[in-house]
């Protein structure tokens, strides 16, 4: 690739939430690194990816809102985390952490472990069980 055909389509990388380095072929034969502001296939299947998370999200939520799910589940969700990599920042085994993702486990959870929770999912404690806050909360993918 040389200098002029690196792609500059803008969206996300412009948004500075990512960044592309390309090594391409300046003017003498030598390679030079390029920064990119995008390219238009790879914004959009990050749009799509994001919007399938939303969309999970918002699915969990109404658990959350209807007592079936707990925080931690929309937290993590949004925080793109499964189980495993949960239970690997918290230090728990996945079997907790999945009792710890219904409502149920979560009522039951010491202030240290809702703490732990929180701080993984850069939260404050308070915000983790805030119930209303989640009621708030309005999930979607701004273009």
């Given at each position: 690739?040389?200098?002029?055909?690196?792609?500059?389509?803008?969206?996300?990388?412009?948004?500075?939430?990512?960044?592309?380095?390309?090594?391409?072929?300046?003017?003498?034969?030598?390679?030079?690194?390029?920064?990119?502001?995008?390219?238009?296939?790879?914004?959009?299947?990050?749009?799509?990816?994001?919007?399938?998370?939303?969309?999970?999200?918002?699915?969990?939520?109404?658990?959350?809102?209807?007592?079936?799910?707990?925080?931690?589940?929309?937290?993590?969700?949004?925080?793109?985390?499964?189980?495993?990599?949960?239970?690997?920042?918290?230090?728990?085994?996945?079997?907790?952490v999945?009792?710890?993702?219904?409502?149920?486990?979560?009522?039951?959870?010491?202030?240290?472990?809702?703490?732990?929770y929180?701080?993984?999912?850069?939260?404050?404690?308070?915000?983790?069980?805030?119930?209303?806050?989640?009621?708030?909360?309005e999930?979607?993918?701004?273009?």
């Amino acid at each position: 690739m040389k200098v002029d055909e690196v792609p500059q389509d803008g969206a996300f990388l412009v948004e500075g939430r990512m960044s592309d380095m390309y090594y391409v072929v300046d003017d003498k034969g030598h390679y030079t690194k390029v920064t990119s502001k995008g390219w238009a296939p790879k914004n959009d299947a990050i749009r799509l990816a994001w919007n399938m998370i939303y969309e999970n999200a918002e699915e969990i939520r109404q658990q959350v809102l209807s007592g079936i799910l707990s925080p931690i589940a929309l937290y993590m969700e949004l925080n793109v985390m499964d189980v495993s990599i949960l239970a690997g920042y918290t230090g728990l085994p996945r079997r907790k952490v999945k009792k710890h993702l219904k409502m149920k486990g979560f009522r039951k959870l010491s202030p240290e472990l809702i703490q732990k929770y929180a701080d993984v999912l850069n939260l404050a404690a308070d915000e983790l069980q805030d119930i209303e806050r989640i009621r708030g909360i309005e999930i979607r993918h701004e273009d």
